[in-house]
């Protein structure tokens, strides 16, 4: 089965910048994907990474390690709109997502 | 328009009704998928449904059934209500060459009392 791993809430100053870690045990795996979902929304596609390396998208980059079955989202210059939960997911297969960490940006 | 409309956008039920949540998509994808999000659960995967004559269950189908009318139409039903499928439902969408980028629709609350 299909398991990741996401701390469940993170606290960052307006500002600053944050990384936010998914770890995964997986019988097989395509690719960490990440997505931004504010309360009472839906969630919004961010990156994905299918190779190991850093992927820049503005503000937001997002990395992979296969060796090190890791991964992480770093969000730079943090506005107080990035409160967010923030979800990593696995398509291999199936779909599985990490339950998401809650992101507090304050000032 | 919203490219992915979903329907209700809030229901209150009774345990034992059945009851329909709809899901429309205007952007032409092939694949759709159902999930769930529970508190602290995070998103998981009901049924999927790679076109209209493939559909697949996914992490959690037990009390749940799906129709995939046609390729812009994908519909959930809870057949016998149960208060803990109380949740907040989703509907999305993804091209079959891209999986890892879905788009969701803006979520069905749904209270079974």
């Known amino acids: 089965g299909q398991s990741l791993e996401q701390p469940s809430e993170v606290t960052a100053v307006e500002g600053a910048i944050v990384q936010i870690n998914c770890t995964y045990q997986?019988?097989?795996?395509?690719?960490l994907s990440w997505y931004q979902q504010h309360d009472g929304g839906a969630p919004t596609f961010l990156s994905y990474?299918?190779?190991?390396g850093l992927e820049e998208t503005g503000r937001f980059s997002s990395f992979l390690s296969r060796s090190d079955s890791y991964g992480y989202l770093l969000l730079q210059e943090l506005q107080m709109k990035d409160s967010a939960s923030y979800f990593c997911?696995?398509?291999?297969?199936?779909?599985?997502f990490g339950i998401g960490t809650k992101l507090q940006v304050i000032p | 328009d919203a490219d992915v409309t979903q329907t209700p956008r809030n229901r209150i039920t009774k345990t034992g009704k059945r009851i329909m949540l709809e899901c429309s998509q205007t952007?032409?994808?092939?694949?759709m998928y159902w999930y769930r999000q529970d508190p602290g659960l995070g998103l998981r995967l009901i049924y999927y449904?790679?076109?209209?004559?493939?559909?697949n269950k996914g992490e959690i189908s037990d009390g749940y059934s799906v129709s995939r009318q046609a390729q812009a139409k994908f519909s959930l039903s809870l057949e016998s209500a149960i208060p803990n499928q109380t949740a907040l439902y989703f509907c999305?969408?993804?091209?079959?060459?891209?999986?890892?980028?879905?788009?969701f629709g803006p979520g069905t609350r749904l209270t079974v009392t």
């Open positions: 999305a969408t993804s091209d079959s060459d891209s999986s890892y980028e879905q788009y």
């Open positions: 997986t019988s097989g795996f395509y690719g």
């Open positions: 990474n299918a190779l190991d």
């Open positions: 997911a696995d398509f291999y297969q199936k779909v599985t």
């Open positions: 952007k032409g994808h092939d694949r």
């Open positions: 449904s790679f076109d209209v004559k493939d559909i």
